[in-house]
């Protein structure tokens, strides 16, 4: 089995070098992974200047661009060999609710599912980052079980969040829904050195909203989340009223 690891920290970040050793026991691991902090980036594409690629050992490269500029060079270039599986994270922070929309780790995992490869991405619901190699076993053990199921959906990205414990304490896992984020006071009103306002976006209080079976909740209980996710944004339910509209005339 062919595995492509890639994070939306950097090359560099513990939270991949993690998930490499872990997916090393699984199958023959690449890593294709940007030269920097690309989080939030969601899906972007590096469209005004070329991207070039840095080899960094053997089928691992650094490449100045985004998470899904890594995806598309690895396949596209190919940099490395076809992979099975893309495999991004650990990414050092949640991405649960509508995080999943902004997050450069999750739209890895996807672009290789556009491409034709199906995702998973893991991230570390906390900030205690220290904790991230202490789930080196678990997280081969619930890998090895996703990677080795038959017929895995060619269409489907698994979205995994890690709880903010030690391995040791974590408390099963739940395969669960999206659960909706509230953010308050995430925009931050400021003066530069010169008087002008200005402003930044991040930080604030961060709640959630969702029943027994939404990603937060599980994380919160204490075990790990595995959301189901795919492309297809279309809301089904809705086709026969906006049909209802005549919008045709």
Known sequence: MRILCTNDDGLHSPGLESLIEVCATIGQVACVAPDREQSATSHSLTLHRPLRPIPRGPDRWQVDGTPTDCVVLALGAPLVPRPDFVVAGINHGPNMGEDVLYSGTVAAAMEGLILGVPGVAVSFAGHDFDLIPTYGDVLRRLLSRILQVERFPADLLLNINLPPVPAGEVRGV???????????????????????????????????????????????????SVTPLHVDLTDYRQLDAVRSWQLGG
């Open 174 to 224: 739940r395969v669960t829904t999206l659960g909706k984020r509230i953010y308050a006071e995430s925009l931050a009103r400021l003066k530069d050195p010169w008087g002008r306002e200005i402003f930044w976006i991040g930080g604030g209080r961060l709640d959630w909203t969702g029943g027994d079976d939404v990603d937060f909740k599980a994380v919160e209980d204490g075990c790990i």
